[in-house]
């Protein structure tokens, strides 16, 4: 292994450290850091995606082990969103039109969150309705595909937004959102699996072991506030991802 790969590992699992803590899968910063040490385009968004599943995976996992889940919240949004992954991955659609967009819209979460957490910390939460869920999932679902991410990075901030999930069982149905979204974006651009790196091994340890420590973070020492004032990071840097 040279020493590119090595410290690129170890971005990775910082990465997967920091995003995994708020139920996100951390692709936005995989992209990113992929690019930054010049892997081929045709590498980076299969292997973002690989890593995107195993880290949100770990998270679903021990979050609904935690109780911080909600399936009336989740399953509406993901029957529509799957197909809508699957389809919007076959799909090549220039950056320049979305990128400026959700940069805007994921920076203002972003200042929201981690200077007026308390807000949405003590929001009472509720169960949006079958007819908003639905269209919305499908909407996200096609983000997600489009943008080669598992989408958690939308969905969270807007269950919290709409009180429609309290920020720590956000985390779950994010985690949860995104491996189902990432495994259809995946499989809609199923010939791209050929281009996967070899060293993505690597990767992939890497991106557990910071899923671990991210994971037992936020289960042991991030209440509500906490989750949110994180979560106000992450959305900060995925939205100076997009706009670079």
């Known amino acids: 292994m040279n020493e590119t790969i090595l410290i ?3 971005a990775i699992a910082g990465a997967a450290a920091l995003y995994s803590s708020v139920g996100h899968g951390g692709a936005s910063a995989y992209i990113a850091l992929m690019a930054l040490a010049g892997l ?3 590498e980076v968004r299969p292997a973002a995606l690989v890593l995107n599943i195993l880290v949100a995976g770990l998270g679903a996992w021990r979050f609904i082990r935690a109780g911080r889940f909600d399936w009336r919240v989740f399953w509406p949004f993901a029957v529509t969103a799957i197909p809508a992954a699957f389809l919007a991955g076959r799909i090549d659609v220039p950056e320049d039109i979305y990128r400026p967009l959700l940069a805007a819209a994921l920076a203002a979460a972003a200042i929201r969150y981690l200077f007026w957490p308390t807000i949405d910390a003590i929001k ?8 908003i869920a639905l269209p919305t999932g499908a909407a996200l679902g096609a983000l997600a595909g489009l943008t080669g991410i598992g989408g958690g990075v939308y969905l969270s901030p807007l269950l919290v937004f709409a009180g429609w999930a309290d920020p720590q069982r956000a985390t779950g149905i994010a985690a949860c959102f995104i491996v189902v979204n990432s495994i259809a974006g995946l499989a809609g651009r199923a010939s791209s699996l050929a281009a996967l790196p070899a060293y993505l091994p690597w990767f992939m340890a890497a991106a557990m072991i910071g899923a671990l420590i991210g994971t037992t973070w936020s289960l042991r020492g991030l209440d509500k506030r906490g989750v949110l004032r994180v979560l106000g990071v992450v959305l900060g840097i995925a939205a100076a991802a997009l706009a670079a």
Do not use: F, N
């Open 8 to 10: 690129l590992s170890l």
């Open 40 to 42: 081929a385009p045709e």
């Open 124 to 131: 009472a939460s509720k169960a949006p309705s079958a007819v």
